[in-house]
């Protein structure tokens, strides 16, 4: 679970931070952007978030919750509500993203690095899954 301060900061002080944050991300290229998530988040971060981004990527493509749920160890609930969450309009970029074959093409290699971010290696079948969605 992620810890956040009970201690809010006001409303201006936090958009500027946020706002900052991703200049910050977007600015960097391929190994700088990776070692820096690498270093800001804790490897469970990490895996939420590869979790979440893939999620919402497989939902996007029509993958039925259920199955996105089983191929990602999300619980049901979770796959549900960012189905009905796509269904009302909401990550409608991701879904831009996913809709458009050559940026389909680059999220799925993204998709791949971010999601063997901070997991190790265990054995040459671990992406299978994701080969058998979207073969070569």
Known sequence: ??????????????????AHLLRTITKLKQP????????????????MLAKRLAALFLLAENIPPYRVSR???????TAAQF????????HKNITRVVRKKQDRDTF??????????GMPERGKNRW????????K
Not at 1 to 18: F, P, R
């Open 32 to 47: 700088q952007g990776i070692h820096l998530l690498e270093e800001l988040l804790t490897p469970s971060e990490q895996i």
């Open 108 to 117: 799925l290699a993204s998709l791949e690095t971010v999601l063997r971010a």
């Open 1 to 18: 679970m992620v810890n956040v301060s009970k201690k809010e900061l006001d409303k201006k002080t936090a958009e500027k931070i946020h």
């Open 71 to 77: 191929l990602l160890k999300l619980s049901s609930s």
């Open 83 to 90: 189905a009905q969450e796509i269904e009302e309009g909401k």
């Open 128 to 135: 299978k899954w994701l080969d058998e969605l979207y073969p």
